[in-house]
């Protein structure tokens, strides 16, 4: 039984959140690695693909688009990649040792990470809480 349609969503962006602080974790951890450089994962086009997967009405093809005024404004789309993918977080200065994990920019990626773990966790459990309101109310109906 589907408690909803975002359920699956969010499950599958607390999967890709967890991966995402492992990631960010390892580049800490080899802070002081030589040549180390730190990577980092991109899984929006698949979350993309998962919401569009989920919210898709083929009855209802209305899309909301960017409003223009004039023709040469941009038109507000962004090609994603195609899948989920590692890649080298570069950018930043290397020390002399060729290692370029920036501290500062790890616990800021992991606080951002954090911050929307527990977002949808929340969102988790307030749906889960609607669910068991929904089933005491109809037991006490009965």
Wanted: aromatic content about 8%; overall charge negative.
């Amino acid at each position: 039984m589907e408690i909803s349609k975002a359920h699956d969503f969010m499950v599958s962006a607390l999967d890709n959140r967890a991966i995402r602080q492992k990631m960010i974790s390892s580049n800490i951890s080899n802070i002081d690695t030589p040549f180390y450089r730190p990577r980092d994962i991109a899984f929006e086009k698949v979350l993309s693909d998962e919401v569009a997967k989920t919210f898709d009405n083929e009855n209802n093809n209305d899309e909301l688009t960017l409003a223009r005024s004039n023709y040469q404004h941009i038109n507000g789309e962004y090609d994603y990649p195609e899948n989920s993918t590692m890649f080298f977080r570069d950018g930043h200065a290397s020390r002399n040792d060729g290692n370029s994990v920036d501290l500062d920019v790890e616990t800021t990626e992991m606080g951002k990470n954090s911050m929307m773990y527990k977002a949808v966790t929340s969102s988790l459990r307030k749906e889960s809480n609607i669910f068991r309101a929904v089933i005491a109310a109809s037991e006490k109906i009965s």
